[in-house]
Each structure stands twice: as structure tokens, then as C-alpha cells.
């Protein structure tokens, strides 16, 4: 490799040095490759890397398993230039520890970091709990922040990352009380932290005190305050006085955006006053917000359950009409209803669509799809779709496969047969192939000349 970059004369930038990281973080490239380009890059006079290569070059080595290139990358970072280590390398680093390794392990590599950052401080102990937040448990962060708070001072970050997502209100509540006994003054995202805890837990009167002592301590509910009350009120079947705190949120400055307003459509559909749900739908256009993919799936929920195959598709039409591509959640509820009531045109189209415009999933829509088409023995229009997917880069699942399979040989399509199985053939590596097991060319061949 380093003589190839020599021999190239291409000036190797900051520029190029961090868009090739970033391709090698996106293609799942080779980590030692890709350190041996690092550091052959580094090695230049007077060159320095930029953080964002830096924490790249982590992500990946770390992705790859490879945890002690990881601290050899550090020291030499570290010599050349201690300030490109900052508290998102942190996250970086202990982000893919904490994947694959236990929770003691993330705490022993946090602590390595005293070597390594210039300031080991609060804000690196509230990257750790992050951390843990995301990849391990609630449960795991407050375990640690406990068993280090004595050697950090929690600040209002720590407790807002801690707050968030508790189950227990008393819990909840005892937490809060040690954050004001620390002398941390709660803010907008604390308080929210409670209320959606009261919420949750149907404990309506507590939550709406929680926002009057907002207000008492002049700290202004935000929509995501007013939003899980609407949520809330809903829970204990009250949609009339969840869409009530619309209007009263505006008295108080505060405007309802999209998730204000699907929590409030949510409601009415889930008492099945579809009609109420639909005057919201509108209002929500008329004050200038796009209904997004989460509005419309509490819709196509309703008409799924209830077997309402044309409202699903006059929705679908809506929703394609006004420009809000549908998510993988909303194809499925579709190609499930088409499947029910046997219509190929339908869910052809909606695949079609998925296929020009790039949105759902083609591994799980595609699963039902040809379940559909198997079905109803559309053996061509099920090859295309076939093909659409693979063209796409996307591998169709064995299952699917083996039925179009059964299918073809009945029809005796062996060429069209064939051309798949080389298509197939395309997605397996070589390098993870069980020993003993076939390409499914390969599959295909021995079944044929296998004697009747």
C-alpha cells in the first residue's frame, strides 16, 4: 500500500483523508487496511489529522473488534497532538466496547482515558453514561453513576441523561430529590423527564403539578411537555381533553408541531372516532405541518385491523399525492392487506413506487410480496421483482427464493432458474461459507443431475 500511495503522486488532504474514512466506515472496509493508510498518512512531514479522521479511524477499528489498536492509535495521537482526543472520541471508543464487551470492560477503557484527554472531568464521566444508556441499560448507568459519582460532581447533563426513561415514578421522584439535594437546579429537560413518567404511568393530577411548578419557577413547558400530557390523557381515555391542550398550549406561547399532533390523532384512533382523527389530519395541513410517515401509520394500523382495504388504499394515494413517502412500517401494513384480499395490482404498485422513489424495506415488503405472487402462481411478475431487488443491491431471502425456485422448475423456466441462482450467488462471501455447504448454482446443478 505505501508504495502504491507513493508512486501515485496524489496530494493526500485532509479533505480526501477524511472522505476515504468515512467510505471505509460505510462500506464495512478492512480496519488493518485501512490503519496501515492511517498511519502511512500521519508519517508525513508536518501533516496532522484532522478529529473527525481520528474518531473515524477509532469507530472502525473498534467495529472490527480490534481494542488494542485502538489505545496504540491514542498514544501515538496523543504525542503528535493531544487536543484531536476530545469527549466524542470518548463516545466513540467506548460506544463499540460496550457493544460487545460487559459492562466492567466500558468502565476499565473509560478509565484508561485519564492517559488520554486533556481534562478527565464531568463530561467524560456523562459520555460513559451515555453510553451505557444506549448500548447496555438505564439500569447498568445509574449502577455505575452511583459507584463513581463520589470521584466526578454530577452536573444538570448528568441527571438529564439519568432521568430519562424510568419506568418506577418513586423511583423517578428519588432520583430528583438527590439532584436538588446536590444543588443542581432542574431545567426544561428535567422536568420533562417527570412528567413523562407521571404520564406513562396514568398518574394525570402529578403531572399537570409538575407543570404548574414549571410555570411557578418561570421554566416555560415545551411541546415535548405538552405532548406527553396529550399522550397521557390518552392512556386514560380522555382524547376530548388531550385535544383540548392544543389550543391551551398556544395560550401559553408554545405551538403543537407534528408529534403534538400525532399523539392527539393517536388517541381518537385508538377510540375509534376516525373521523375526529381525520379533522386533525387536516388541521394540521392548514397550519402549515406535514403529516410524516407516523401520522399516516396510525391510520393504516386502524384499517389493517379492520380489514378496510379500500381506506387503506385511498390513504396510500393521499399520502403519495402530497409528497410523504410511506416508511417500511406503512408498506407492510399495506402488502399484508393486499395479501389478505388477493391483489396483485396493488401491492405491484406499491412495490413499483417503493422500487422509483427508494423508501421501505425490500428485504421485509419483498418476503410478503412474493408470498403473494407464489400464491397466485405470477411467476413473471414475481422473476421481475426478483431481479428489481437484486438490482438494487438488495438480497432476496432463501425462503422467497426456494419458492419462486418450485415455481420455475414446475414451469420448467431452468434458464430464467439458472439466472437467478447466479444472482443469489452474487451475496454470499466466500470467506463466512459453512464448509460443505453449496452456491446455490451449484445446489441448483446437483438436484438436476440427481437420478429420479
Known amino acids: 500500500m505505501k508504495h502504491s500511495l507513493k508512486s501515485s503522486r496524489v496530494f493526500l488532504s485532509n479533505e480526501l483523508i477524511d472522505g476515504v474514512l468515512k467510505r471505509v466506515r460505510f462500506s464495512h472496509g478492512n480496519p488493518l487496511q485501512t490503519l496501515e493508510f492511517f498511519n502511512y498518512t500521519a508519517t508525513r ?41 476530545s469527549v466524542r472520541t470518548v463516545m466513540v471508543v467506548l460506544g463499540r466496547i460496550a457493544k460487545v464487551c460487559s459492562v466492567r470492560q466500558t468502565v476499565e477503557s473509560f478509565r484508561k482515558f485519564k492517559k488520554f484527554v486533556p481534562e478527565f472531568d464531568v463530561t467524560c464521566f456523562n459520555a460513559l453514561l451515555r453510553t451505557l444508556c444506549q448500548e447496555k441499560s438505564m439500569m447498568d448507568a445509574r449502577n455505575v453513576y452511583h459507584g463513581l459519582k463520589s470521584k466526578f460532581r454530577p452536573n444538570l447533563q448528568t441527571f438529564n441523561i439519568l432521568l430519562s426513561g424510568w419506568k418506577s415514578s418513586e423511583e423517578a421522584e428519588g432520583f430528583f430529590d438527590e439532584m436538588i439535594e446536590m444543588g443542581v437546579k432542574p431545567d426544561v429537560v428535567s422536568y420533562n423527564s417527570l412528567v ?47 385535544r383540548n391542550i392544543l389550543k391551551e398550549m398556544k395560550e401559553y406561547g408554545c405551538y403543537p408541531d407534528v408529534a403534538a399532533y400525532n399523539a392527539t390523532i393517536r388517541n381518537f384512533c385508538i377510540a375509534k372516532r376516525l373521523h375526529e382523527a381525520f379533522d386533525l389530519l387536516d388541521e394540521m395541513v392548514n397550519k402549515g405541518l406535514s403529516p410524516n410517515a407516523t401520522t399516516y401509520n396510525l391510520f393504516f394500523r386502524i384499517f389493517f385491523w379492520s380489514n378496510d382495504l379500500k381506506s387503506a388504499w385511498n390513504l396510500y394515494r393521499r399520502m403519495m399525492d402530497t409528497g410523504c413517502l410511506p416508511n417500511t412500517q406503512s408498506c407492510l401494513f399495506l402488502v399484508r392487506l393486499f395479501k389478505k384480499y388477493e391483489k396483485e395490482d396493488m401491492a405491484l404498485e406499491l412495490w413499483n413506487d417503493m422500487i422509483q422513489k427508494g423508501f421501505g424495506s425490500y428485504i421485509l415488503v419483498s418476503e410478503e410480496l412474493f408470498d403473494l405472487l407464489c400464491d397466485l402462481g405470477k411467476l413473471i411478475e414475481a422473476e421481475s421483482c426478483f431481479l428489481q431487488m437484486v438490482d438494487k443491491g438488495h438480497k432476496p431471502s432463501h425462503t422467497s427464493f426456494k419458492r419462486i425456485k418450485v415455481l420455475m422448475e414446475l414451469a420448467n423456466k431452468h434458464e430464467a432458474l439458472q439466472n437467478l441462482s447466479k444472482k443469489m450467488d452474487g451475496f454470499l462471501d466466500p470467506q463466512k461459507r459453512l464448509p460443505g455447504t453449496m452456491s446455490y448454482s451449484a445446489d441448483l446443478s446437483n438436484s438436476n443431475s440427481s437420478p429420479c
Not at 496532522?48 to 498514544?75: A, C, E, P, Q
Not at 398518574?203 to 405538552?226: C, L, N, Q, S
Open 45 to 85: 512531514r508536518g501533516f496532522y489529522h484532522t478529529s473527525y479522521s481520528v474518531d473515524t479511524m477509532l469507530y472502525i477499528l473498534g467495529r472490527g473488534r480490534k481494542f488494542n489498536l485502538i489505545w496504540d492509535v491514542l498514544v501515538d495521537v496523543k504525542l503528535k497532538d493531544p487536543s484531536l482526543i
Open 196 to 242: 413523562d413518567v407521571y404520564c406513562k404511568n396514568r398518574e394525570m393530577d402529578k403531572a399537570f403539578k409538575v407543570v404548574e411548578k414549571m410555570r411557578d419557577e418561570d421554566i416555560p413547558a415545551d411541546v415535548i411537555t405538552y405532548t406527553s400530557i396529550i399522550g397521557g390523557l390518552g392512556l386514560i381515555g380522555q382524547p376530548d381533553k388531550a
